[in-house]
């Protein structure tokens, strides 16, 4: 399932994105996962946010059977700081909470994803 939602550049996107993850995640992770992968969200909100110059960010949020990608695309400065895109106040976190994530620039258009592994269904 992928659920795409536009969000405000604002405090309130990682709220408003948890909808969206319990959306796309559903009742099939383990409660604990579900929680880390909306955690995950609030984080590459939090790291993109600040370079939005427009009044919203797109939020993508893709589960299948054993992972879950989530992304934050915007218009605006690219991610990260100095010479390295992927080197933000976040990107630890991210890294963290995260098997794989990276970040892509298209004109002035960029994207922070991250993606997660999730244990099999809960029954």
Known sequence: MELVRN???SDAAPDLARSAVDLAVG????????DQVRDLTGELLAESAPRVDSE????????????????????????????????????????RL?????????GARHRLWAERSVPGPVH
């Open 98 to 106: 995260s098997d794989r994530w990276g970040s892509s620039t298209d």
């Open 7 to 9: 969000l405000p550049a």
């Open 27 to 34: 009742h099939d992770v383990h409660p604990e996962t579900a």
């Open 56 to 95: 919203t960010m797109e939020l993508r949020v893709r589960a299948d059977a054993g992972s879950v990608r989530v992304e934050v695309a915007w218009t605006g400065e690219p991610p990260g700081s100095g010479d390295d895109p992927n080197d933000g106040p976040h990107t630890a976190v991210i890294d």
